[in-house]
Structure formats: structure tokens, C-alpha cells
């Protein structure tokens, strides 16, 4: 599904990535997990458009994406949460998840002047997608409810709402479970379980190491912007550059 190819991201000379090479296999859920300043976040954008990599290739089912502008990935089937909360405060909870759907809405200003039969068809199409996605991750009560009232928790939902309402060949998730409760950990969790089992390719980053030994099924390491392992969550966990690098400083809680 995703090959990459000796990707490297340097800032003002410094690297932040250098030589990163791993696949995502289809259908299954890949972790990307370090310490922090690894570069886990950095690969993200490189992936998503967001930043372009310095030198290396990234394929996405055989497609080269290393230059392609992000909205020209995203339509390509790539989605994402982010690390840091990117919702719109002022628009509903429906409202944010419909703007997953945009590349699928239309582009043209005649036709939605016009509201023609097949332009109101689509958008009621579009906004019962939403609310099923919002009610597979447990928001459909509060649809109709401004983004900006939501609790952190519930903010992080609509974000997996809106990733995964547009069907995405790959979803890349960053720290979903970041500022969680334990309760809301096992949520999202169960919710990332099920999108696997229906066929959902995934990367992760994330830190807590228990949620990913548990659901990955691939696991890449990175230190300092280099990999340095990847292999299933029990061969990774045996790793001693591992145990040194990351999950040493954690006392090997996983």
C-alpha cells in the first residue's frame, strides 16, 4: 500500500529524518512508534504532502507522492488525524466531519447556485455518511453541537470521524489517544480494532506502548530520525536497540 524509499527531511542542515525505509502491507495496522523528537510526526507530513521529503521516494500503490501537493494526496485515499487537535470550533460536529468528504461534494459554484435535484440528492448522501461515521465513534447525539464545546476527548473522535468517513484506501493516524483516560483509550482502541477488521489500512504514532503492542500488527521504530527496527510488536519488543531507545526510558512497560 505505502513504500518508502530512504526518506530524508533536513531542517536548516539539521536531520530530521535520514534514510527511513519501511512498507505498510494493505489491510493491516503498521505502528510507528520513538521517543519524542524521533521524527515520527515529521514522516507524517512528508507522507501527506504537508512537507516535502529532502530526498528519498514515497509510493502509494505504486505512485510516487514525494512531490505531489497535499489535497492531491488526500484524493489519491490518504486521510489523517493530527497530533495537535485541527478541528473547526465554530462549525457543528456534523459540519466537521463533513469536510472529509470534500473532494466528493462537486467544485462547481453554477450548480450549487442553481440547487438542482441531483446536487440535493448528493448532499444528503454526503451528510448521511457523516452521521453514521459519527455514530460508529459514538457522536451522533451531538451532530448538531458547535465542535468548540466538545470535551478533548470527544474532539478526538470527530477527528477519527472525519478521517474515516471518506472511505480512505490509508488512514494515518497521529497520536489519537494522546491526552485520553484510560476509558477513552480502550474506546478508541476497540474503534481502531474494528477498522482493521474490515479491511482498513492504518499507520499509527503512537506512545502508549500497551494500545500498541496490542493492535499492530507491524511495528517501525524510529531513534533520532533513523529506523532502527521493524518487525511484529514481540519481535520489537525484544529488540535491545528498542529496549535502549524507547522502551528502555519507559522501564520495557510494554
Known amino acids: 500500500m505505502l513504500q518508502l524509499d530512504q526518506v530524508s527531511k533536513n531542517f536548516g542542515g539539521l ?3 535520514s534514510d527511513v525505509s519501511f512498507t505498510v502491507p494493505k489491510g493491516k495496522l503498521t505502528a510507528l512508534i520513538g521517543p519524542n523528537g524521533a521524527g515520527k510526526s515529521t514522516l507524517i507530513n512528508c507522507i501527506t504532502g504537508v512537507m516535502k521529503p529532502s530526498s528519498g521516494n514515497i509510493q502509494f500503490q505504486q505512485q510516487k507522492i514525494e512531490n505531489l501537493l497535499a489535497y492531491k494526496i488526500s484524493r489519491l485515499g490518504i486521510s489523517r488525524t493530527f497530533q495537535n487537535l485541527k478541528t473547526f470550533p465554530r462549525l457543528t460536529v456534523l459540519d466537521n466531519v463533513l469536510t472529509g468528504l470534500t473532494s466528493e461534494a462537486g467544485n462547481s459554484m453554477l450548480l450549487a447556485m442553481l440547487r438542482l435535484p441531483d446536487l440535493r440528492h448528493r448532499e444528503r448522501q454526503l451528510k448521511l455518511r ?3 461515521s459519527l455514530d460508529r465513534f459514538g457522536l ?4 448538531n453541537w458547535p465542535a468548540g ?3 478533548y476527548g470527544d474532539k478526538k473522535r470527530v477527528e477519527l470521524a472525519r478521517a474515516t468517513v471518506g472511505k480512505p484506501q490509508l488512514i494515518l ?3 489519537p489517544v494522546a491526552g485520553l483516560n484510560a476509558e477513552e483509550t480502550a474506546a478508541v482502541g476497540e474503534q481502531l480494532r474494528l477498522l482493521r477488521r474490515t479491511g482498513h489500512t492504518m499507520l499509527l504514532v503512537e506512545h502508549d506502548m500497551d494500545l500498541v ?3 499492530a500488527d507491524q511495528v517501525v521504530v524510529l531513534d533520532s530520525g533513523k529506523s532502527i527496527a521493524t518487525g511484529t510488536p514481540d519481535e520489537v519488543r525484544r ?3 528498542v529496549l535502549e531507545a524507547y522502551l528502555g526510558r519507559m522501564d520495557a512497560t510494554a
Open 130 to 132: 457523516a452521521l453514521e
Open 140 to 143: 451522533a447525539d451531538k451532530a
Open 15 to 17: 536531520p530530521a529524518l
Open 239 to 241: 529488540n535491545p536497540l
Open 149 to 151: 464545546v466538545l470535551a
Open 173 to 175: 493516524l497521529d497520536e
Open 213 to 215: 503492542m496490542e493492535i
